[in-house]
């Protein structure tokens, strides 16, 4: 029997290699040795946006570059959360075991407030849900950036919560912060990021790519620019880049026409998986996800229904 992996993301717009070689490719290399999960978090995206349209195409585009980057949907469970209503319900009943300061001392929540974000009741929520998305699923292993370590914690909070007033019912989920290759620097140097501009998209035509690349900041004193070279050391070894930077010495272009082609080299053939990918297919794909992951969900909110006393 293989353990249970579980994992959401929100659908929040076009990737870029920094989230490809930082959570898609490492969740793309594990995934085949569990039983896996992956959930498209549309209702935690609603904490921040209100765009029907935007949300709608997000979560199509979402699904298409997994698949395009190589996950199965045949081996592992992709599915929408708003398709299982037994999310939102375990969140009320977690809602009503934990306090409002245990709440209030969450980061993502301190910080998004700080940000100017407005503090919605779903953005204060917003762990309880994501206890919710997890527990359900008896989840053995919760794949999450640095980010989301306090989340899954509260996630533990939550199952020890309930256990302690109705019984053993949740196994405390474990967090497993993937081993990524660390931050991935963007155009300026800065971390690769869609708030700071700075991204090489991970989907773009080889024009939007070839336009980011030559957009480095190349500023460094030394022959190696480094701003290049550390997006550069993503797609091929020291030593292979060793040989081609003493060559290039000085020539920044020339490097950078050079990581072009080694970005190229990777993405061409996903872009072309992903362009054949139709809105039927995603639609088809998050219809055979969410029967799967519904059968595991009734199952469990049976059990926990039964607990709490609601079932007469
Ligand atoms: P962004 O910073 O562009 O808004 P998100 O916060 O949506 O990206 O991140 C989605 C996933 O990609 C997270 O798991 C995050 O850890 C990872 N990720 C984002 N940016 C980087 C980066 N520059 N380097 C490595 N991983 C990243
Ligand atoms: N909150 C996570 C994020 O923004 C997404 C998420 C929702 C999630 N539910 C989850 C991640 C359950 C892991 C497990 O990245």
Redesign the pocket.
């Known amino acids: 029997m293989k353990k249970r992996l579980f994992t959401g993301?929100?659908p929040?717009g076009a990737l870029?290699i920094?989230?490809y070689?930082?959570?898609l490719k490492p969740f793309k290399d594990i995934a085949g040795d569990y039983d896996s999960f992956l959930m498209i978090a549309d209702y935690h995206s609603l904490t921040t946006m209100r765009d029907a349209t935007t949300l709608r195409s997000n979560i199509i585009d979402v699904v298409k570059d997994y698949i395009a980057i190589g996950v199965e949907p045949d081996e592992v469970t992709i599915f929408k959360q708003s398709d299982v209503p037994e999310h939102t319900e375990l969140a009320w009943i977690f809602e009503c075991l934990v306090t409002v300061p245990f709440l209030s001392q969450a980061h993502a929540y301190k910080d998004k407030v700080a940000k100017g974000l407005e503090a919605n009741a779903g953005l204060f929520n917003y762990p309880m849900l994501m206890a919710a998305d997890i527990l359900l699923y008896d989840a053995d292993v919760v794949p999450?950036?640095?980010?989301q370590r306090q989340h899954v914690e509260y996630a533990r909070e939550a199952a020890t919560k309930f256990n302690n007033a109705y019984g053993e019912t949740f196994v405390p989920p474990q967090e497993m912060v993937l081993k990524?290759?660390?931050?991935?620097?963007?155009t300026d140097g800065q971390?690769?990021?869609?708030?700071y501009k700075n991204?090489i998209p991970l989907f773009g035509t080889k024009d939007e790519i070839s336009r980011a690349v030559m957009s480095v900041v190349t500023d460094s004193s030394g022959d190696r620019p480094e701003n290049v070279y550390s997006i550069h050391r993503l797609f091929r070894t020291e030593s292979e880049l060793e040989g081609l930077y003493a060559e290039h010495a000085g020539k920044y272009k020339d490097l950078k026409e050079a990581l072009i082609e080694d970005i190229e080299t990777l993405v061409a053939p996903m872009r072309e998986k992903r362009s054949e990918i139709t809105d039927d297919d995603v639609r088809t794909i998050l219809k055979n996800g969410s029967e799967k992951a519904q059968a595991q969900a009734q199952k469990k909110i049976t059990e926990i229904r039964d607990r709490i006393g609601v079932s007469i």
Request: net charge neutral; charged share 15%; proline share 0%.
């Open positions: 993301l929100q929040s870029h920094g989230n070689f930082g959570a999450v950036g640095e980010d990524g290759v660390g931050i991935v620097a963007g971390k690769m990021s869609k708030s991204t």
